[in-house]
């Protein structure tokens, strides 16, 4: 038997024969490998959404460089009152330069490393020419149409990847627009 030294039983024994039984304080091993498992089985399942999301925010960052670069390319044509180019270094990649059409001085850049596994599609025309007045003067048509797409990741479409298109009218104006949203959204091509 135990005798007690907390004051309020002062003199009293204790039945239980002095032991007593708290639980540990922390995890058990087992508590350790449930909680595991069960993140692992969460990050299984969202794997595939996270990578379409870094495939799309991919695709994205590509097709705004290209958009800002013949934006660039307007701009600096109006500034100087010149003629300036916008080049698509390469079909993969999406870099890109502005040059004045005289000379062929470079003006901006930008890598294609920077894009890469990126698929850009121009019909074609690797060149647009803007005027002085910031007009298109080269490819000499209605509107030139570059679509961005991620192909080592899948197909665009529902359920694929968002591929994005940069669309650049006659009179200059550029603007990115999603080739699957129909007419009366506003991002519609």
């Given at each position: 038997?135990?005798?007690?030294?907390?004051?309020?039983?002062?003199?009293?024994?204790?039945?239980?024969?002095?032991?007593?039984?708290?639980?540990?304080?922390?995890?058990?091993?087992?508590?350790?490998?449930?909680?595991?498992?069960?993140?692992?089985?969460?990050?299984?399942?969202?794997?595939?959404?996270?990578?379409?999301?870094?495939?799309?925010?991919?695709?994205?960052?590509?097709?705004?460089?290209?958009?800002?670069?013949?934006?660039?390319?307007?701009?600096?044509?109006?500034?100087?009152?010149?003629?300036?180019?916008?080049?698509?270094?390469?079909?993969?990649?999406?870099?890109?330069?502005?040059?004045l059409v005289a000379d062929g001085?470079?003006?901006?850049?930008?890598?294609?490393?920077?894009?890469?596994?990126?698929?850009?599609?121009?019909?074609?025309?690797?060149?647009?020419?803007?005027?002085?007045?910031?007009?298109?003067?080269?490819?000499?048509?209605?509107?030139?149409?570059?679509?961005?797409?991620?192909?080592?990741?899948?197909?665009?479409?529902?359920?694929?990847?968002?591929?994005?298109?940069?669309?650049?009218?006659?009179?200059?104006?550029?603007?990115?627009?999603?080739?699957?949203?129909?007419?009366?959204?506003?991002?519609?091509?």
């Amino acid at each position: 038997m135990c005798i007690s030294r907390h004051p309020a039983s002062a003199g009293r024994i204790r039945q239980d024969g002095g032991a007593r039984f708290r639980r540990a304080a922390g995890l058990s091993f087992i508590e350790i490998i449930i909680a595991l498992a069960l993140l692992g089985i969460l990050l299984s399942l969202g794997l595939p959404a996270f990578n379409t999301t870094l495939a799309n925010m991919r695709v994205r960052q590509v097709a705004e460089s290209l958009r800002d670069g013949l934006q660039s390319a307007r701009n600096e044509a109006v500034k100087r009152n010149t003629a300036v180019a916008f080049n698509l270094d390469n079909p993969t990649g999406g870099g890109w330069s502005v040059t004045l059409v005289a000379d062929g001085t470079l003006l901006r850049s930008k890598s294609a490393a920077e894009g890469s596994y990126i698929q850009v599609d121009s019909g074609g025309a690797m060149e647009v020419d803007f005027s002085n007045l910031g007009l298109m003067t080269l490819p000499v048509a209605p509107s030139q149409t570059f679509s961005v797409s991620n192909p080592s990741v899948g197909a665009c479409g529902p359920g694929g990847i968002r591929c994005l298109s940069i669309v650049v009218a006659a009179g200059g104006q550029v603007r990115l627009c999603d080739p699957q949203r129909t007419s009366p959204d506003p991002q519609a091509c």
